[in-house]
């Protein structure tokens, strides 16, 4: 949905946009189209990989910089750069992106056999592997049923919980789907779909406590946008969706806002969010293409005080 996107952002000459997901640069660059010599881009990722390739690009165009941080740290980058209240677009590509997948050593995916890592920053924080040797048997459960909405989440944990106590850690992308699929049966059109993609997407998503970034990358985006400036959003997953829905509306309870951050109208908060249009699917030419792309959902909002 390159095109969509950027047409969400409205990007316009001199203009300066934060790409939160800077990935491999394709909406970095689109903007850079658009936005003429005088326009700036803060380009954003906590993935070192996307980070070296934001700083490649920086090399050869003065008007990116590049930036290791995940979306809770945006308006501390935002901030350093002297540029709170001046960002005339913010755009959050969700989710894992197809280099991090099709990559076996980083361990998202079950389609390659790997260490299961899952860490889109495999400096920081433990390995999915690591967590699993640690997690209880109820807290495995718990995570796959919350953040993959998997209904064998109790059968998974216990199948897991099993294998550890015969001694053998649970290590690589190829053992864990094949616990998975022991106890889990995919019938009629489920059964297209890989049993074990709802507990990678779970397990991926509580290791970079994904949902937790979103809503503190959300809290800032008020305070960081000019009036009229645009936050765009495209989620992969019900639960960031929702998450990104009820912002844009007006929630207060979602997220709960920076205490930095000034009260307007009895919300800490540095402006309304006003919803633009309504949500936009891919078209069916994009998803016959890119089959990733099925699920995803753009939210466009803008900073209206």
């Known amino acids: 949905m390159l095109d969509e996107v950027v047409e969400a952002v409205a990007p316009r000459p001199g203009g300066c946009y934060v790409d939160c997901t800077f990935g491999r640069g394709g909406h970095t660059r689109a903007l850079l189209d658009r936005i003429e010599p005088a326009g700036r881009v803060l380009a954003i990722d906590r993935d070192p990989q996307a980070v070296e390739a934001a700083r490649e690009l920086a090399r050869s165009d003065p008007r990116v910089s590049a930036h290791h941080a995940r979306f809770g740290e945006i308006g501390d980058i935002v901030s350093a750069a002297g540029l709170t209240g001046r960002v005339d677009g913010m755009l959050m590509d969700l989710g894992v992106s197809s280099p991090q997948l099709d990559e076996p050593g980083r361990g998202f995916s079950f389609l390659h056999d790997g260490p299961l890592d899952m860490r889109m920053d495999p400096g920081a924080g433990v390995s999915a592997a690591e967590w699993l040797a640690d997690a209880s048997e109820q807290e495995i459960g718990r995570i796959l049923r919350e953040l993959g909405e998997e209904r064998a989440a109790r059968r998974i944990a216990r199948a897991v919980a099993a294998e550890r106590g015969r001694g053998t850690p649970v290590e690589s992308t ?132």
């Open 174 to 305: 190829r053992r864990l789907a094949a616990i998975v699929a022991s106890v889990v049966r995919r019938g009629g059109t489920r059964a297209r779909v890989h049993p074990a993609t709802r507990t990678f997407q779970a397990m991926r998503m509580h290791v970079n406590d994904e949902l937790g970034e979103l809503e503190r990358g959300l809290a800032a985006a008020p305070h960081l946008l000019v009036p009229g400036g645009r936050l765009v959003v495209l989620s992969f997953h019900s639960l960031e969706d929702r998450i990104v829905k009820r912002f844009m509306r007006g929630d207060d309870a979602v997220p709960a806002y920076p205490r930095r951050l000034p009260l307007v109208d009895g919300r800490r908060c540095a402006g309304a969010m006003t919803p633009v249009a309504s949500a936009r699917r891919p078209r069916e030419g994009e998803v016959a293409a890119n089959p990733r792309s099925r699920s995803a959902v753009l939210r466009v909002a803008e900073r209206s005080r």
